[in-house]
């Protein structure tokens, strides 16, 4: 039986009603075209011009994960593809540039993401920008920012961040006003990205300390804690005490980025929260700061039954480097949990490190 009787059969099993060999068989398609592009690309090329839209997206997924960046005919055929008449072919094409597309694609992508009467294919578009990194497509994110879609100004905004244009900072403090939260969030988001000590930048991301949506207020704390702004620490300090665990682990590695001393008291407590993740976020934390207060509470909690929290207690322990943890880490070297043995021996390795270096530094001064 000929592949192309043998992809039409299978495309007829996709309209059955039972979800689950629909799944299979659509997996199993998805599969089958991933490997034959890796001998055979023109074949799959063929397929992106079948009269069935389903084979079409299969044929351009396989082409965005072939890892063949820049290559022809490859980069050809997903440009062709962004004038599918079907949208879901042209988001997958626009998804499929940003992986195996470069600097040669900007111009199809932003006109995509400017001209496109499909929305998803515009947001698409903006986030396969990102992934690119171009200088040259800023111009079209930001005006992207005034799209009427809140999933298109979102990843323009990511994507701004992630592409690392200074011209985008005055725009990113705006949106960080925008209606939605997502927008906001991706805002304060693209602001961490540009790594810019901006005064007008820092002052809106504390603001949005105080924004009425959780994911905003988490997403600014993150973005002061990687600017490491020691004027946000009181405010982050005060906000460790909200319900939300997901903020509260927000707020903690913000603290641990910055690294300053006035938080280990509170980074200590936080050793004890009722949420594992919020307890990991905070020896990390703990780790990253270095105060030798946080030894003896690191040394308790490496007590604990959570094999998972003690390699985050114990890589803090390493990076603080006090001999006091030598003791406790060496007796878990006996635990039958090998990845508990196998964090402790790291440990202690990086304390052993830390001691030669102290005393060599000790001896020439």
């Not at 207020?217 to 405010?235: C, D, F, I, N, T």
């Not at 006090?322 to 021996?345: M, N, Q, Y």
Request: aromatic content about 4%; some cysteine; hydrophobic content about 40%.
């Amino acid at each position: 039986m000929a592949f192309s009787q043998c992809v039409q059969e299978s495309l007829m099993a996709l309209v059955t009603k039972d979800s689950k060999v629909q799944f299979n068989v659509e997996s199993a398609l998805k599969e089958t075209l991933k490997e034959i592009g890796k001998t055979d690309v023109d074949r799959v090329i063929g397929f992106t011009h079948d009269r069935d839209p389903k084979l079409r997206v299969f044929a351009v997924e396989a082409l965005g994960e072939s890892h063949q960046k820049g290559k022809e005919p490859i980069v050809s055929a997903l440009i062709d593809a962004l004038k599918d008449k079907d949208p879901p072919v042209r988001r997958r094409a626009t998804l499929a540039l940003g992986s195996v597309g470069g600097s040669s694609e900007v111009v199809s992508l932003t006109q995509a993401l400017l001209e496109d009467d499909d929305a998803e294919v515009r947001w698409t578009s903006a986030q396969a920008l990102g992934w690119i990194r171009d200088g040259t497509a800023a111009e079209s994110l930001l005006r992207a920012l005034e799209d009427k879609n809140d999933y298109v100004r979102m990843h323009s905004a990511w994507a701004l961040g992630l592409i690392g244009d200074a011209r985008a900072t005055e725009n990113l403090i705006k949106t960080l006003q925008d209606k939605s939260p997502s927008v906001r969030a991706a805002s304060a988001d693209g602001l961490s990205y540009l790594q810019i000590q901006n005064p007008k930048a820092s002052e809106a991301l504390m603001s949005a300390l105080k924004d009425p949506q959780s994911n905003v207020r988490g997403q600014a704390a993150r973005a002061l804690g990687s600017l490491h702004y020691k004027p946000a620490v009181e405010s982050l300090l005060r906000m460790l005490s909200t319900e939300d665990h997901f903020v509260r682990q927000d707020l903690i590695d913000a603290l641990g980025w910055i690294g300053d001393a006035r938080a280990v008291e509170a980074l200590i407590k936080m050793l004890r929260d009722r949420d594992e993740d919020v307890r990991k976020s905070s020896a990390r934390a703990l780790g990253m700061i270095g105060d030798y207060r946080a030894v003896k509470p690191l040394i308790a909690a490496l007590k604990g039954p959570d094999p998972d929290l003690f390699e985050d207690v114990a890589r803090a322990l390493g990076k603080i480097g006090h001999e006091d943890a030598i003791g406790p880490l060496t007796t878990s070297l006996k635990e039958e949990d090998f990845g508990v043995r196998w964090s402790a021996e790291q440990a202690l390795a990086q304390i052993k490190r830390r001691t030669t270096d102290r005393d060599s530094r000790s001896t020439y001064t």
